[in-house]
């Protein structure tokens, strides 16, 4: 018989992420973050071959990420609405975990499996952060999919990627529940 863990289960079943615009300081010193990325880095990920990494960006870091952020999107033509959409998360951010997704060549684990373990990392690393109560979001957007941030920004190489920025603060408010999924209408029982 198993052995229950409602506390766990409770949290997973009303966990909420916090809008990114909606954090503030104080965020997680060093030492506070270091479980949070523990717990992370505890990711199922086949063939231990750990293919994510952490960039912490702190507070004076965010700000030059704005900057690499408005430089790139005017040398992609963007319009200056979806420069300002894609620079904010820095401009209005305290502190975020870039979880990186490191492409790790192998025989037995293919590419797709160590993109999977990359996003778990991402979830994990939110919820960690939740379950300690600070408040924290999951974003993208488009500075993570392009190659001249990641490499201006970021130092990242070729076989490197961004997987997601978790941004970490303390929350100014909860956000109203959301609608869920239908779980009739997205379960089959074989």
């Not at 071959?49 to 700000?63: G, K």
């Not at 502190?95 to 492409?103: G, S, T």
């Amino acid at each position: 018989m198993p052995t229950p863990n409602p506390a766990a289960l409770d949290f997973l079943l009303t966990r909420r992420s916090r809008p990114a615009k909606t954090l503030t300081g104080p965020v997680p010193s060093r030492d506070e973050l270091m479980p949070l990325l523990t717990a992370a880095a505890r990711t199922p990920d086949h063939g231990k071959l750990e293919p994510w990494r952490f960039i912490v960006v702190e507070q004076t870091a965010m700000a030059q990420l704005a900057e690499v952020v408005e430089t790139r999107g005017a040398a992609l033509g963007l319009e200056a609405e979806q420069i300002a959409k894609g620079r904010s998360q820095f401009d209005q951010g305290g502190l975020a975990v870039i979880v990186i997704e490191v492409h790790k060549m192998s025989d037995k684990i293919p590419a797709l499996e160590q993109t999977y373990s990359a996003g778990a990392v991402c979830l994990a690393l939110l919820n960690a952060a939740l379950a300690a109560g600070w408040g924290a979001n999951w974003l993208s957007g488009w500075p993570s999919h392009d190659r001249g941030f990641m490499a201006d920004g970021l130092a990242l190489q070729d076989h490197e990627r961004i997987a997601g920025l978790i941004h970490i603060g303390t929350e100014t408010a909860a956000p109203p529940e959301r609608p869920r999924p239908d779980l009739e209408s997205i379960t089959t029982w074989l």
